[in-house]
């Protein structure tokens, strides 16, 4: 029996034994302020780690309240500056529109100008008309547009100051050929009234039919029946 002890004593299935130290309580009392000063300093590390970053936060924000006034600013610059340029572009078009409107005024007095200088040539075989009261036919022209079509234009006066009213006609005879024959054609409508105090330009384009060929233009200026003056030219 007692050899069965000491061989239990001896071997892992003895008793367990547990060594405790005591310590004094001033020594538990000084460890565990020291535990309570340490997880102070960590919490103070911690707070002030927290402030840190609070503190970034903040500075982050502030630079991106910053960033997007800048941002605003630069975007009603870019309007403002769209603005301009589309004024100016608007400017230009309208300038662009006067330019184009110049120019057709200017077209149009050169047509003008060119018309007068055709009456000037007109009245200037006035001045050998004398005294003759009647009215008298002072330019006749004539001339192929194509081979289908003649312009043609006539200048009816009557040369003497204070003249009356003169009502008559006008009639105007084309001759030449038709397909190598002889061949004569008046205006469409036939004679055209004719109602002027002092002169009276009247033209138009004869539309031809094919194969014809105009070669003389006469002009005749009737009052009633009676045949005022003719004029005839050759194309």
Known sequence: MKFRLFRR??????????????????LRWALGAMMLGFS???????????????GLDKDAKLELTRLREEVAALRAERDKSQSIANISGSLLTAEKAAQDKMVAQIRQLEADNRLLRDDLGFFEKLLP???????????????ALTDMQVK??????????DAPVFNGKLELTFSGTLAGKPWTTGL???????????????????????L??????????????????VQTIKL
């Not at 367990?16 to 130290?21: E, K, Q, V």
């Not at 043609?152 to 100051?161: A, D, E, R, S, T």
């Open 129 to 143: 008309a004398g005294g003759a009261e009647n009215a008298a036919i002072r330019g006749l022209q004539a001339e």
């Open 152 to 161: 043609w234009q006539v200048l009816v006066i009557q040369p003497v100051k």
């Open 40 to 54: 102070a300093a960590i919490a103070l590390w911690t707070f002030e780690l927290g402030v840190s970053i609070a």
């Open 188 to 210: 469409p409508g036939g004679a055209q009234p004719l109602q002027f105090k002092q002169y009276r330009r009247i033209e138009g384009v004869l539309d031809l039919p094919p």
């Open 212 to 229: 014809a060929v105009v070669k003389t233009v006469t002009a005749k200026v009737l009052e009633g029946t009676v045949v005022r003056s």
């Open 9 to 26: 004593r001896l071997t892992i299935s003895s008793p367990r034994m547990a060594i405790r130290t005591s310590l004094p309580w001033p």
